[in-house]
């Protein structure tokens, strides 16, 4: 048995609706239930996702869109500076650039300001927004922030100011006071996608301004609205497709320049190239200094300076990485520590120093370790301040939680699975304690089991080139459109075996009924020491096409592995058992020896707790129910295995079977054996075998301890009688069986018992388990149904 990571839930499909979907888009019933899985399961809005036409909604569908761009217009008529205010992550950083790029199109006196993490914080704060008034902004126009900023709206106001709020993160109970508030959320909304990305609510005032669908901006656009983990559905979608065409020939020296710096080929462009080279570099800037540098990168228009800048991104992302690896391992070593997770549902943790631009990483690693919903603070002793960024799990809602929590919560924004807040250092200790007492009221013990959801079970004969063709049609993949993940279910192992420089990844191939697949497990190699080659194997992951030497064939990168039956280990030969610390897992762990004689010294070897089990009486008092057993020693007897096992259902068997020495390769003497010698000491009278044995056994071809052996087999059942070394055949005993005499009877036992458990193959060993933990389970199932 091998336990999975995760649990694993496959959806379940209506195989009516796939069956239609395949008919009529004549497309695979693989890619069928995938979409019936996404929520199209309609002819017509699947064949919209993959063939619809690129239609984008009316921008002034939105509210207050006219206002806006009214105001906009008469700013860029009377020559009246302009101030975009926007955030430092890669989403507010496209969402600047667009409005940028726009209004410099339109001949705007424009500029843009984006505050400081670390002085400043998230958000529209009061000082920027009177240093702006001092130089003679008239008008401020947010991106990707502003909704929560209820006093910077009453400031502005004060000022004299024109504010205009861009925004798509979840609006509060009160809105600020600005001239227009453009946000596909608000309550009285009729837009019809309300899942647009900060940078998409900027592109549709980018739309309205131009008057008609700025192509040229897509290439931007794309970057916050996979960087930012939006629903990649509708509109979000339609800029998705659009946009990572764009980029494959884009002209953007800046963006060419980050490109070329990562090793990118730009013909290969698809979303991970955002999610994991592009959206890092530009996060890194905004988590350790001012995010003013991203923006001038896709602004500039000087290769010299694109160059440059690119460089010292790509510095600060390798910078950030080591401060990521360095908090994490703190604030792991904080959760073990102090905020144990079997008494913390939520947990809540912080440090003085800890660098406040990385914390939202370091929560999402700790909700990978933990699977708790996590807040990560940066605390400020000076100014009595923690500033935090949250990540959460399904089930616990962060935004609607930290909502009844805004009396301690000064300022917070963000949405039902992450979030960013500042709060007084005293009020710590009460957010942890509010938390942790919704989640024991929202939260069962299943939701703190990591969950995998899976869009399908699917047989090996079906994974063919064509229908792997077909999925890419579904991409670009991210939220609610995620890169389709399967489950092959108890399929044969041909081969698997570790591979890579430090041997730390996984090389399968699996086999069902003549069809094969190949597979590769990054980071899993360890599983290899813990999948029995017999075993068959289940696992989930994403289909791919592997393409090498022109050949392309269907292959899977499998993200969890698991054997639902039990596994039997084959370390019959090894003479080295210290190996059992490490190949054997400690959980639940039970060591067993049968002989007394050999449990002093086998102890002393592995220095690990041991069971001495030496009758009928102990194996059945052994408990191994789930447990990792361990056969150190040959038994005694095959019985006492069986009686050991009977009812267990182990998870793993590992058969060591340590034995010193073997006759199982020495003559075992026949009846015709038994016959000869008798007729020799017929013939030949007195022989003194000390003298003589060795000269008989060598005539015969056999070794000295066989002559030994039948003589004391004839001696038990009185045929002969041994004296001082020679023996001497007694010619009036009476008839009788070899199998009456107990040298033989052990003998014979012991040959079996060598053969069945020590020499037999592998096969034989395993079916004979088989037989023995099948009944036991068969039985057990029996006796639940009979009560």
């Known amino acids: 048995m091998l336990k999975s990571k995760t649990r694993w839930i496959v959806r379940k499909s209506d195989d009516q609706l796939v069956k239609m979907l395949a008919n009529e888009l004549k497309i695979t019933p693989l890619v069928a239930s995938l979409l019936v899985n996404r929520g199209f399961d309609t002819v017509d809005s699947a064949r919209y996702f993959l063939f619809g036409k690129d239609e984008f909604h009316d921008p002034y569908l939105l509210k207050g869109m006219d206002i806006a761009v009214n105001r906009i217009q008469k700013a860029i008529e009377l020559q009246e500076p302009i101030l975009i205010f926007g955030d430092y992550d890669a989403d507010g950083v496209s969402s600047t650039s667009v409005l940028m790029i726009t209004l410099r199109d339109l001949g705007a006196n424009v500029d843009f300001y984006i505050p400081n993490r670390f002085t400043e914080g998230y958000g529209p704060n009061e000082p920027a927004f009177r240093r702006a008034a001092e130089s003679g902004i008239k008008l401020i126009i947010t991106v990707d922030t502003g909704i929560s900023a209820i006093h910077e709206a009453n400031v502005a106001k004060e000022l004299g100011l024109d504010l205009i709020i861009t925004d798509h993160h979840e609006p509060g109970p009160v809105l600020p006071e600005a001239l227009a508030i453009i946000h596909p959320k608000l309550p009285d909304s009729i837009y019809p996608f309300r899942e647009l990305a900060g940078v998409g609510v900027a592109f549709k005032v980018a739309h309205a301004l131009y008057g008609k669908l700025p192509e040229h901006l897509f290439e931007i656009a794309v970057i916050g609205t996979i960087a930012d983990l ?23 020296i800046g963006l060419r320049a980050v490109f070329k710096l990562a090793g990118v080929d730009l013909t290969a462009i698809n979303e991970e190239t955002i999610g994991f080279t592009l959206a890092p570099r530009i996060n890194a800037v905004g988590r350790l200094e001012d995010a003013d540098l991203a923006v001038q990168l896709i602004l500039t228009d000087d290769p010299e300076e694109a160059a440059h800048l690119a460089q010292e991104m790509d510095d600060l992302n390798k910078t950030r990485q080591s401060i990521v690896n360095t908090i994490t391992l703190e604030a792991i070593e904080e959760v073990e520590q102090n905020f144990p997770i079997d008494s913390n549902k939520v947990l809540v943790i912080g440090k003085e120093g800890w660098n406040a631009g990385v914390i939202g990483i370091v929560a999402s690693r700790l909700v990978e370790k933990f699977y708790r919903p996590t807040i990560v603070l940066s605390f400020d002793r000076e100014k009595g301040l923690a500033k935090g960024s949250a990540r959460s799990i399904a089930g616990f809602d962060l935004f609607h939680n930290l909502s009844t929590c805004r009396d301690i919560l000064p300022h917070f924004g963000g949405h039902p699975m992450a979030a960013g807040m500042t709060l007084n250092l005293d009020d710590v200790q009460e957010l942890r304690q509010r938390l942790n007492h919704l989640a024991d009221e929202l939260m069962t013990e299943e939701d703190f089991m990591p969950v995998t959801y899976l869009d399908e079970e699917v047989q090996l004969e079906d994974i063919q080139l064509s229908a792997l063709d077909e999925l890419n049609q579904l991409a670009p993949f991210g939220m609610d459109n995620s890169k389709p993940k399967v489950l092959i279910n108890n399929v044969d192992i041909s081969s698997i075996r570790k591979i890579g420089s430090d041997q730390n990844h996984l090389k399968i191939i699996v086999n069902d009924h003549g069809s094969t697949l190949d597979g590769v497990g990054f980071g899993l190699g360890s599983f290899v020491d813990h999948i029995s080659p017999a075993s068959k194997i289940s696992f989930i992951g994403e289909l791919s096409i592997n393409e090498w030497n022109n050949i392309r064939k269907p292959q899977i990168f499998i993200h969890d592995m698991a054997v639902q039956s039990w596994q039997l280990f084959d370390y019959r030969g090894q003479k080295r058992i210290s190996t059992i610390a490490n190949l054997v897992p400690d959980e639940n762990r039970k060591i067993i020896i049968f002989n007394k004689e050999h449990y002093e010294k086998i102890n002393s070897q592995l220095q690990l707790e041991t069971i001495l089990i030496q009758d009928m009486e102990d194996a059945q008092a052994f408990d191994g129910y789930q447990a ?22 182990p998870a793993r068997v590992y058969a060591y079977f340590y034995k010193e020495s073997s006759d199982f390769f020495s003559t075992i003497p026949t009846r015709e054996h038994f016959k000869w010698f008798y007729a020799f000491l017929l013939k030949n009278g007195p022989i003194d075998l000390k003298r ?56 014979q036992a012991q040959y079996a018992l060598e053969r069945d458990l020590l020499f037999s193959s592998f096969q034989e060993l395993k079916g004979w388990f088989d037989e023995v933990i099948q009944e036991s389970v068969e039985i057990e199932e029996a006796v639940k149904g009979w009560i």
Do not use: C, H
């Open 628 to 649: 990792n057993i361990v056969l150190v020693d040959l038994p005694p007897s095959k019985e006492l295995v069986a009686q050991l096992l009977k009812g267990k259902q």
């Open 230 to 252: 939006v629903s990649l559905k509708g509109e979000n979608r339609l800029i998705a497709k659009k946009g990572l065409e764009k980029l494959k020939v884009t002209t953007n």
């Open 692 to 747: 003589y044995g060795d000269d008989i056994a060598k005539q015969r071809g056999w070794s000295k301890e066989t002559i030994y052996f039948m003589s004391k087999v004839f001696s038990e059942l009185e045929f002969v009688t041994i004296n001082n070394g020679f023996i001497t055949l007694q010619r009036s005993a009476q008839k009788r069986d070899l199998t009456d005499s107990r040298t033989y009877q052990l003998k």
